[in-house]
Every structure is written in C-alpha cells, then in structure tokens.
C-alpha cells in the first residue's frame, strides 16, 4: 500500500474543510425535503433549484478545499539566490536558461546535449524531480496509480494472466507435472509530451528569480491536464494508452486483455429505483484482494448525482472527508475525481472502481529535455520543455467499470 505523508492543516485547509462539511449537511437536509415531497405525490420545482444551488456551493468548496490541499503539498519557494545554494551542474544549467551561454555545460556532471536533431539539453535532476513532485500534486492518477521511472524509450513488464497450477496428493501417489503458468510480456512506450512557456529576458536576468522553482512552475499545469486527459482515454498513439481505451467487456465473460464491467440496466441513466445497488454489484464484482485498497473514480458530475443516493436504511451512502487531505467516501470506499471521466450517458463508462495502484502504471523516461529559444517570440524567450511519459493497464483484474447500458 502506497505510504500517504499527513500535511499539517493549515488554518486554511480547516476554514474550507469546514465549509464542505456546513454545505453537504445543508445539501442532505434539502435533499430530504426533495424526496418527501416526490414521495408525496407534491415534487416543489423551487425545492428542486435548491438542492441544486446546494450542491453547486458544495461543489465550489469541494473546489477550494482541493487547491488549498494542492498548494500545502506543493515544494516551497525560497527567497535564497540561486548561486548560494546550488552546485555546479545546476549554475551550468541556469547559465544556459538565462543567457543561453552553454560553455562548460557539457562538462557539468549531471547534463548531456539533446540530439541533434532535437537540440536543447537535459535538465538536470533536481529540476526533474520538481517538475516530478508538482506533478504528482496535481495530476489525480498519478496519486493513486504506481508510478515507475524507467531508463529506455519502452518499459517491458512480465505478467503471468494464469497462475502456477497445484493438486492435492497422496503421501505415496505419483506427482504428474502441473500446467505451467502463461507468460506475457506488456510494453509500455513512453510518448512525449511538451511544453513552451515563455519568459522576458529582464525577468531572467532578475537576481531573485529561481529557474526551478519556475520552470517547473509554468509546465505542471499544462502537463497535468494532457497527462490526466490521456491516463484516462488515451489511444496509445504517441500518448498513453488510457483506462478507457482497452476492450470492455461484461465481467461475468471478459478475458485478458479487457476490463470487466457492470450494467446499470438502463440505456444511459441510473436505474430508477435503488441506484445504490449497481454501485454495491460494482465493488463486489472486483476480488477481495483489489477491494482492500478500492476507489471509486468519477468525474464531478456523476460525483452530483450519486450524493443524492441513499441506502436501504435512509443513510446516504455518500461521506465528506473529516479532515483535511483526507478523501470523501462513497459506501466507505474513496473517492477520486477526475474531470477527464465522461458523463453518465448512453453506454458511458462513467464510474470505474478497484485498485489502481496494481491496475494502472505510469512510467516516466528519465531526463527532462530543455530547448532555450530567443528568437521565434521576441521580445519573450521560449522554453521548449519536454519529458517522455507512457501508461497503461498493467493488471486487468484489478479495476472493473460500471457501464450505463442496458447491458
């Protein structure tokens, strides 16, 4: 299980924290008076604008409380100048960034020149590994699934879809030879993803500017909405292959390969009546050992209309977080939203459940490339970054989907 280090709240974190708890209790006291008067034959439209109102406040604080926790886990600036804390592969590389000097880069231990045909130069390690943590503290698969930083362009990983046979024996009965186990073998290429903020050279030759701390700055948003938007449904083309990309299959008859799923039994909707119980056939149909560390994963939308559900004893089986850095709970299990999910609709696969951790990897391909550009937006100085990213479902029994069709 992946450790998870406690941020201490901030009064921040606190303040917000508390304010998504005060609305979804209001949201549930609404909601309520929503279903009594459904129930009663008397379904009030202004009750029904309310909950809605209700559940769109909750979603702004759900919001804040997110970028308030991002913030907290984000590297720290420092006021320090750059030349009294850095060695000399990192005065090389800032050298090269803000005049585009590159004597005595190569000597540099630590950097290395792009090929020719794509120039730049490998940043060096530390500015990797803080694009590296920034990422991680905003990109939502990278929290939950493993992440491996590999040495080649293409990550080849050994799997054995049937175990080892074994038999029960007799102290004196011959032992025939079991069936061995089958051997595959997944790659998984590394695509490359890039980005060009661009810079005044005034504010680079700025003494307070740290090059880190900025760079890394401008690129992990950009990097983090392609990065998600790909783990999720990317065709694998130059790109990672997305969770949502493989085969589907109802999971009473999938095979390796393909990703089980559940029916709701309704074309492109909830059933009618005890939704709840297409979510409870969603978490038993993964096996016990991928339920220990099971999350629901959803975007924001399905996240509206799954709070309003209830159990068979009247609880909603829908938890905010009681303390900061902590995830919401659905049916006690958490919960993780992804923006890049797609909408309850016509055979959507818009709820996925299990654990990620063993169901999806991420690899990075170590070196992150930088091409310093003067000339192509003057009076701005671009910063063609780039770093080499792959994905994919390693583990095909570990994650299951729930598909709004009839079947």
């Not at 589907?248 to 393909?258: E, F, I, K, L, V």
């Amino acid at each position: 299980m992946k450790e998870t280090k406690q941020v201490p709240a901030s009064p921040e974190a606190r303040s917000a924290l508390a304010q998504v708890l005060a609305a979804f209790e209001g949201f549930k006291a609404a909601n309520d008076q929503r279903l009594a008067a459904i129930e009663g034959k008397s379904a009030d439209v202004l009750l029904e604008e309310k909950v809605s109102r209700i559940d769109a406040a909750l979603n702004a604080a759900q919001d804040r409380l997110d970028r308030v926790l991002a913030d907290s886990r984000r590297p720290a600036l420092s006021g320090e100048a750059p030349a009294a804390r850095v060695d000399e592969r990192k005065a090389a590389f800032e050298r090269y960034v803000k005049t585009g000097e590159t004597a005595g880069l190569l000597e540099a231990k630590g950097l290395s020149e792009g090929v020719a045909t794509a120039g730049g130069y490998v940043a060096p390690p530390e500015l990797e590994r803080q694009i590296l943590r920034r990422l991680a503290a905003t990109s939502p698969m990278r929290e939950i699934c493993q992440v491996r930083t590999i040495g080649a362009g293409t990550f080849r990983k050994p799997v054995s879809p049937t175990g080892l046979a074994a038999a029960w024996v007799a102290e004196t009965a011959a032992r025939p030879e079991t069936t061995a186990p089958t051997l595959d073998v997944i790659d998984f290429p590394a695509g490359e993803l890039y980005a060009s903020p661009a810079a005044t050279q005034a504010l680079l030759d700025d003494a307070y500017v740290s090059i880190d701390e900025w760079l890394a700055e401008e690129v992990q948003d950009a990097f983090a909405a392609q990065e998600t938007a790909a783990f999720v449904a990317g065709d694998g083309v130059n790109k990672p292959k997305g969770l949502l990309a493989y085969t589907a299959a109802p999971d009473a008859s999938y095979t390796w390969g393909q990703l089980g799923y559940v029916a709701t039994g309704v074309a492109g909707n909830w059933p009618a009546s005890n939704p709840t119980d297409k979510l409870i056939d969603l978490i038993y149909s993964a096996k016990a050992q991928y339920r220990q560390n099971g999350r629901f994963v959803l975007n924001r939308r399905t996240v509206s209309a799954v709070r309003k559900f209830k159990d068979a004893q009247g609880n909603y089986i829908w938890n905010a977080a009681l303390q900061p850095g902590q995830s919401a709970s659905l049916l006690g299990f958490p919960v993780t939203e992804i923006e890049a999910m797609p909408d309850v609709g016509a055979n959507a696969l818009a709820v996925a459940f299990g654990d990620f951790e063993k169901g999806y990897l991420i690899v990075d391909r170590a070196g992150v490339r930088v091409l310093r550009d003067p000339y192509s937006a003057k009076p701005h100085v671009l910063f063609y970054t780039t770093k080499r990213v792959g994905g994919g479902v390693q583990n095909f029994d570990a994650v299951k989907l729930l598909k709004f069709a009839a079947s």
